[in-house]
């Protein structure tokens, strides 16, 4: 069966992260991607191009090398451009305008192109220039600040969030984009930014300072909000223990053996059990650490409440239903032989997402993919001399 975005080329001019984030999620359901990088290219996520990371972000493309600081490497992006539907990069604004490869110019080339810009920032305004890093915009963006133990200052989390989401974004925006094409005919500018991006992830945080004027702070372990929900020791480690709502809450007091914890009146409503809460933590884990983790875990689940173990990361990819749900996915390299990479989170009943092939190595297609615009081989060997490819 073909996969569902195989009558999709992209061109991935994309480096880093968040850019090949956001044409990962089009290469898995099919897109025919080409990954277009500098001749003296270095990448060096993860160990290099043999490592994790970037085996991780780059699978299920083809690699051509093409220098684009030359006319005749941006002169082959035009004709590359002027058959493509898809074109993604991550270059600060005015790269893209100084090499002649931004929006407007490749608009002329063909209509129908969808290009999709990623930025630290925006494409425009007062930090259009600065260089962009998940970090900075995990601080900018307020994640920090909520993140961590109250008074032990900022902390970041432990994946690079904002350039994923951006990522993930943009891919979303790309597809919409090409839906709309299918009614007007046209492609359009899609744009996304690891600030926006970290931002949007905010969610309910943001909407608390939005709506209410309320900044929330950091609660450690603890949902900022819904109490007892959080991190509790056991006989033999930590259980997460997730309780929202009244009925749940009761559910809870009768599971741990306390059913005086859902009558006593500073724990009675979720307002109050805010207000005390760790009095409540404590109460709790006086009672949880008697028992092992996989005991709680067994005994609440049962009974209507959510609980879980917290895995290291060889123990997440161990656990039966992680395995079951397949996100963990194989694929054959020339090198490295047969390897698991992590693979999509969503699922269709008919049609679904593919390992097809590893990471290529640099410039691995670039002669096939030249040959499918029309060169033959003494312009090819032409463009070699010249280092355009």
């Keep these: 069966m073909s996969l569902p975005l195989a009558r999709f080329t992209v061109l991935d001019l994309s480096r880093v992260r968040a850019g090949p984030t ?15 990088e500098a001749p003296a290219a270095e990448e060096g996520l993860g160990g290099g191009r043999e490592g994790a990371d970037f085996q991780n972000l780059h699978r299920n493309k083809r690699a051509i090398t093409l220098d684009l600081k030359q006319p005749e490497g941006v002169a082959l992006l035009k004709r590359l451009a002027a058959r493509a539907d898809v074109l993604v990069e991550n270059y600060r604004p005015d790269v893209k305008r100084r090499l002649g490869i931004d929006y407007p110019v490749l608009r002329e080339v063909n209509p129908r192109l969808v290009y999709a810009s990623i930025s630290g920032f925006g494409q425009d305004g007062p930090y259009a220039e600065r260089p962009g890093f998940d970090q900075i915009a995990q601080g900018m963006g307020g994640l920090m600040s909520i993140t961590g133990r109250p008074g032990e200052g900022p902390m970041r989390v432990g994946i690079p969030v904002a350039d994923l989401t951006a990522g993930i974004f943009c891919a979303m925006g790309i597809l919409i984009a090409l839906l709309e094409r299918e009614e007007s005919g046209i492609g359009q500018y899609v744009e996304s930014s690891l600030l926006a991006a970290q931002i949007a992830m905010l969610d309910f945080q943001a909407a608390r300072w939005l709506i209410e004027r309320d900044v929330p702070g950091q609660a450690g372990n603890n949902h900022p909000t819904t109490v007892p929900t959080g991190v509790f020791k056991t006989a033999d480690g930590h259980i997460n223990i997730a309780v929202a709502g009244n009925a749940i809450y009761r559910r809870f007091c009768d599971a741990l053996g306390a059913p005086h914890l859902a009558t006593d009146a500073k724990f009675a409503t979720g307002a109050a059990r805010l207000a005390h809460r760790d009095e ?31 895995y290291r990361i060889d123990e997440v990819f161990a656990d039966p239903q992680v395995r079951h749900l397949g996100i963990a996915a194989p694929v054959m390299h020339p090198k490295r032989g047969r390897m698991e990479l992590v693979g999509q989170a969503v699922s269709l009943s008919r049609t679904n997402w593919a390992l097809r092939s590893a990471t290529p190595e640099m410039g691995e297609h670039t002669e096939a993919v030249l040959g499918e615009l029309g060169l033959d081989a003494s312009e090819i060997a032409a463009l070699r001399k010249k280092k355009v490819i």
């Design 280 to 310: 409540m933590n404590a109460a709790i884990e006086a009672i949880t650490v008697t028992r092992p983790a996989a005991a709680w875990i067994e005994a609440l689940n049962a009974a209507g409440v959510p609980a879980g173990p917290i």
């Design 22 to 36: 956001a044409v990962r999620q089009l290469a898995d359901w099919g897109a025919q991607v080409i990954k277009i």
